[in-house]
């Protein structure tokens, strides 16, 4: 059923579900309303009425060259989220609802990318593991219609830490290096602090200089500061800053919810890089997502292929260091409801995507030079 929502009631509902993801919660709709995105609630539960699945539904509605009219899409990041995602008549009663919903909308296609794991480790290599069950939801999906999309909005592949060992076998089980730099970083007077909306202007403004010098397009700084303080008014972030001598040279944020931490959002300076501060950030992160409950630390992202010419290479090899291991996820799936206007949007897409990139990436650097100049 389409219920209405607040945000004690949905996150406290989608916590007795497996692993809900930071994506689904409430908070996360809200940040992203300013940005064009409504919000849509969507239970279903079984005959003694106990939740076995949810799904936040965002949608917004497009501009495309030739209509005269806005076009509906549906996204549930992240989601739906399901009890049990290997029982067949639930995936049906969900996926079915989710049709049903976007064809009452007028959508012309729904987007979903459930937190999946398709399997561990490297494939191929010694010491992954395969997930059958989620190898079969991939061919259930193809076979009712839907297609890998050619949009992945995240990351399909990501590093995790397990945070249920000590802290003492957290950061043994580091490679030598990094146990190392994490070390020399406090010896060399690198310390860590907690951040607050106060810190926001200062930590965007090192955020877009660390996307001109490595290269990554970002959204506005309205954009990150929604996000922020919507989170952290609810108390599921912490901003995390590296100092030296008082002077923030690296930070974080840290998104908790539930039993699980992210690290979505980092930035740095090149000001005292040879200090190590990004291994102190990190392992004060690791701490701080322990201390909260989190059972598992999330870092957000790994290349789409485990080679050295991926772009993402360099921090792969930073997050395993770290101790991190890889999880392979599902990805993002498409289905379209009014296939012609979806092949259109197919075509148009890539051309606004790099327009957009261009127009970010420029924006960007001119925000970073009038920060520098001031």
């Known amino acids: 059923m389409t219920i209405r929502m607040d945000s004690r009631r949905w996150n406290n509902l989608i916590a007795q579900l497996p692993r809900p993801h930071l994506l689904q919660t409430w908070e996360w709709a809200q940040a992203k309303q300013a940005f064009g995105w409504e919000a849509h609630y969507r239970?279903?539960?079984?005959?003694?009425?106990?939740?076995?699945?949810?799904?936040q539904i965002l949608q917004r509605h497009i501009q495309l060259p030739l209509f005269n009219r806005s076009l509906c899409m549906l996204y549930v990041p992240k989601g739906p989220l399901l009890r049990d995602w290997s029982d067949a008549a639930l995936r049906q009663r969900v996926l079915d609802g989710l049709v049903e919903f976007g064809r009452e909308l007028g959508a012309f296609f729904i987007k979903i990318d459930p937190d999946v794991i398709l399997g561990t480790g490297i494939h191929g290599e010694e010491g992954a593991v395969e997930n059958t069950a989620a190898q079969a939801l991939v061919a259930d999906f193809r076979a009712r219609g839907w297609r890998y999309s050619n949009e992945q909005v995240q990351m399909p592949n990501t590093m995790l830490i397990d945070l249920e060992a000590s802290e003492d076998e957290l950061l043994g089980a580091m490679k030598q290096k990094t146990r190392y730099n994490v070390r020399l970083a406090g010896r060399k007077g690198v310390t860590v602090r907690k951040g607050g909306p106060q810190d926001f202007p200062a930590l965007y403004q090192m955020y877009a200089e660390t996307s001109v010098r490595d290269g990554f397009v970002i959204r506005s700084e309205d954009y990150y500061r929604a996000v922020w303080e919507q989170f952290f008014a609810a108390e599921m972030l912490t901003p995390l800053i590296a100092e030296v001598e008082g002077e923030p040279v690296a930070a974080l944020m840290l998104f908790i919810f539930r039993e699980q931490a992210w690290y979505i959002y980092g930035m740095s300076r090149d000001l005292h890089r040879d200090m190590m501060p990004n291994y102190l950030l990190q392992w004060e992160a690791i701490r701080a997502a322990k201390e909260a409950?989190?059972?598992?630390?999330?870092?957000?992202?790994?290349?789409?292929?485990?080679?050295?010419?991926?772009?993402?290479?360099?921090?792969?090899?930073?997050?395993?260091?770290?101790?991190?291991?890889?999880?392979?996820?599902?990805?993002?799936?498409?289905?379209?409801?009014?296939?012609?206007?979806?092949?259109?949007y197919a075509q148009v897409l890539p051309r606004v995507i790099a327009l957009m990139r261009w127009r970010g990436r420029r924006l960007t650097q001119g925000q970073v030079q009038g920060g520098l100049e001031e």
């Open 293 to 344: 409950g989190c059972e598992v630390y999330d870092l957000w992202g790994a290349p789409d292929e485990f080679n050295e010419n991926d772009p993402m290479w360099g921090v792969y090899r930073f997050k395993q260091g770290l101790a991190a291991y890889e999880a392979r996820h599902i990805g993002a799936w498409d289905l379209p409801l009014q296939p012609w206007i979806y092949r259109i």
């Open 43 to 55: 239970t279903w539960e079984d005959d003694n009425g106990e939740l076995q699945a949810a799904a």
